[in-house]
């Protein structure tokens, strides 16, 4: 069992940034990857991010790249969304989750992930 818990989120104007953080409960947080998804009002809930257990490999979402950078703190058990000139679409609760094992890493659908934390707000003003 995982417990993870978002922060971070908040109210900005278009072109602000935010750094949202994920702080994990697990002593193998190290040994998962570690995805940000996103989910507005009345639409589905869509992959963000994904950082791999070395660090060395992540994935974004197109309507994301070069705006958002995720990372991750091994010794700290906390991933990060660093998130850049932000956009009134990007207006969502975002959460955090823990790669389901065996999944693919290129699965980018929610149910390859099975740990879930419980979303943060963010609105970002025009």
């Known amino acids: 069992q995982v417990q993870l818990v978002e922060s971070g989120g908040g109210l900005v104007q278009a072109g602000g940034s935010l750094r949202l953080s994920c702080a994990a409960s697990s002593r193998t947080f190290s040994n998962y990857a570690m995805g940000w998804f996103r989910q507005a009002p009345g639409r589905e809930r869509e992959f963000v991010a994904a950082?791999?257990?070395?660090?060395?490999?992540?994935l974004y979402a197109d309507s994301v790249k070069g705006r958002f950078s995720i990372s991750r703190d091994n010794a700290k058990n906390t991933v990060y969304l660093q998130m850049n000139s932000l956009k009134p679409e990007d207006t969502a609760v975002y959460y955090c989750?823990?790669?389901?094992?065996?999944?693919?890493?290129?699965?980018?659908?929610?149910?390859?992930?099975?740990?879930w934390g419980q979303g943060t707000q963010v609105t970002v003003s025009s």
């Open positions: 950082i791999n257990w070395g660090i060395a490999n992540t």
């Open positions: 989750a823990t790669k389901r094992p065996g999944s693919s890493w290129y699965n980018r659908e929610p149910t390859s992930y099975d740990f």
